[in-house]
């Protein structure tokens, strides 16, 4: 196999798990957020955060200055050309993106 067909697989496979990780939130975001939140401090998980807008379980997004986490930017109320340019200025206290480990 080339470096670039492995490469173009890896990311295929990137998106399909991607697309598998969507789901499963989609379905999870049909259950009570209060459930959901009780069953994660139950197994202590704690690197699941929720969404400040949605209450949408997460392991990655958005941190604002203040602490607030998001998970898109549609929660943030931003395009993505906004958060990028804040992300850009490396002088700003600023939104950014992260993942948090279980």
Known sequence: MTKENR????????EE?????????????????????????????????????????????????DMGVYCSCECLEMTEKEVEYQYSDEDCDCIFYTEWEI
């Open 7 to 14: 490469e173009f697989a890896i990311e295929r496979i990137k």
């Open 17 to 65: 798990l991607q697309l598998r990780n969507d789901r499963l939130w989609e379905e999870l975001d049909e259950l009570n957020s209060d459930k959901i939140k009780d069953f994660a401090e139950e197994l202590e998980l704690d690197g699941i955060r929720f969404c400040h807008k949605c209450g949408k379980p997460m392991i990655e997004g958005y941190i604002t200055p």
